[in-house]
C-alpha cells in the first residue's frame, strides 16, 4: 500500500529550504566579517625610533632623504607594500635613497630572504634590498610589522613611520603614500604617521612565497 504523506509535509519542507538559505547566508556573511575585519587589522607600530637609530650597518645618506621598508620575504600582504613602493618613486620629484630590508630569521640558512619578494623590490630602481639577520636592524629602529615605511631626513630626523596601504595587500590610493610623498616635497613638515598592514616581522606564520 502506497503511504500517504501528511499534509504539512510540503510546508515543513519548504521552512527547511528557508532555513538552510538563512544559515547558509549567515556563514556567508561571517566569513566576509571576518575576512574584512583581518584586512583592517593593522599590525604593532609602537616603540619605533624617532630619530635615526645610528650604531647599524644600513648607513643614512647625507644629503638626500632616507626611506627603510622593513621586510619579512613570505608575508603575502607585503607584495602590496612593495608595489605601492614602486608607485611612490615613479611620483617622487624628490628621489630618496631606498633600502628593503628583508629579516632573515635566527638559523635561517645565508639566502632564506631572497625570494621572490626580494626581487620584486631589487627590481624597481633606485631600490636597494637588504639582508637582515635575525632582525637586527628590525630591532634597532623598533619595527615590529612586515611593510612598516620609515622617511627619515639627511639630518636623521624621522620625517614619516607607518605603511603605505590602506589594508593587508590591498593596492592603491592611501595616505601613507600621500603623506611620504608630501614629505618628499617638503621636508619641513610635521612628522607623520598611519597604521601598517602586513605580517608579524619576527612571526613564523607567514605563508610562503614561492621563488
Given at each position: 500500500m502506497e503511504a500517504v504523506l501528511p499534509r504539512q509535509y510540503?510546508?515543513?519542507?519548504?521552512?527547511?529550504?528557508?532555513?538552510?538559505?538563512?544559515a547558509w547566508a549567515a556563514l556567508v556573511a561571517v566569513g566576509v566579517w571576518l575576512l574584512t575585519s583581518y584586512a583592517n587589522a593593522p599590525g604593532p607600530s609602537a616603540g619605533v625610533a624617532t630619530d635615526?637609530?645610528?650604531?647599524?650597518?644600513?648607513g643614512?645618506?647625507?644629503l638626500r632623504p632616507t626611506l627603510l621598508m622593513f621586510l619579512h620575504p613570505h608575508c603575502p600582504c607585503s607584495r602590496a607594500s612593495?608595489?605601492?613602493?614602486?608607485?611612490?618613486?615613479?611620483?617622487?620629484?624628490?628621489?630618496?635613497v631606498v633600502k628593503a630590508v628583508f629579516i632573515r630569521p635566527s638559523g635561517a640558512a645565508a639566502g632564506w630572504e631572497r625570494q621572490g619578494l626580494w626581487r620584486s623590490a631589487e627590481a624597481i630602481p633606485g631600490v636597494?634590498?637588504?639582508?637582515?639577520?635575525?632582525?637586527?636592524?628590525?630591532?634597532?629602529?623598533?619595527?615590529?610589522?612586515?611593510?612598516?615605511v620609515l622617511l627619515f631626513s639627511p639630518g636623521g630626523a624621522r620625517l614619516f613611520s607607518g605603511g603605505i596601504?590602506?589594508?593587508?595587500?590591498?593596492?592603491g590610493d592611501n595616505a601613507?603614500?600621500?603623506?611620504?610623498?608630501?614629505?618628499?616635497?617638503?621636508?619641513?613638515?610635521?612628522?607623520?604617521?598611519?597604521?601598517?598592514?602586513?605580517?608579524?616581522?619576527?612571526?613564523?606564520?607567514?605563508?610562503?612565497?614561492?621563488?
Amino acid at each position: 500500500m502506497e503511504a500517504v504523506l501528511p499534509r504539512q509535509y510540503p510546508v515543513l519542507k519548504s521552512w527547511a529550504r528557508a532555513l538552510l538559505v538563512v544559515a547558509w547566508a549567515a556563514l556567508v556573511a561571517v566569513g566576509v566579517w571576518l575576512l574584512t575585519s583581518y584586512a583592517n587589522a593593522p599590525g604593532p607600530s609602537a616603540g619605533v625610533a624617532t630619530d635615526w637609530a645610528n650604531g647599524g650597518g644600513l648607513g643614512r645618506d647625507p644629503l638626500r632623504p632616507t626611506l627603510l621598508m622593513f621586510l619579512h620575504p613570505h608575508c603575502p600582504c607585503s607584495r602590496a607594500s612593495v608595489e605601492e613602493l614602486n608607485t611612490l618613486l615613479a611620483r617622487a620629484m624628490v628621489k630618496p635613497v631606498v633600502k628593503a630590508v628583508f629579516i632573515r630569521p635566527s638559523g635561517a640558512a645565508a639566502g632564506w630572504e631572497r625570494q621572490g619578494l626580494w626581487r620584486s623590490a631589487e627590481a624597481i630602481p633606485g631600490v636597494e634590498a637588504v639582508a637582515d639577520p635575525e632582525g637586527a636592524e628590525a630591532k634597532r629602529f623598533g619595527i615590529e610589522t612586515s611593510g612598516h615605511v620609515l622617511l627619515f631626513s639627511p639630518g636623521g630626523a624621522r620625517l614619516f613611520s607607518g605603511g603605505i596601504t590602506s589594508a593587508r595587500g590591498h593596492s592603491g590610493d592611501n595616505a601613507g603614500l600621500d603623506l611620504v610623498l608630501e614629505r618628499l616635497r617638503n621636508p619641513s613638515l610635521p612628522a607623520a604617521s598611519t597604521s601598517v598592514f602586513g605580517c608579524l616581522l619576527f612571526a613564523a606564520t607567514c605563508a610562503e612565497e614561492k621563488p
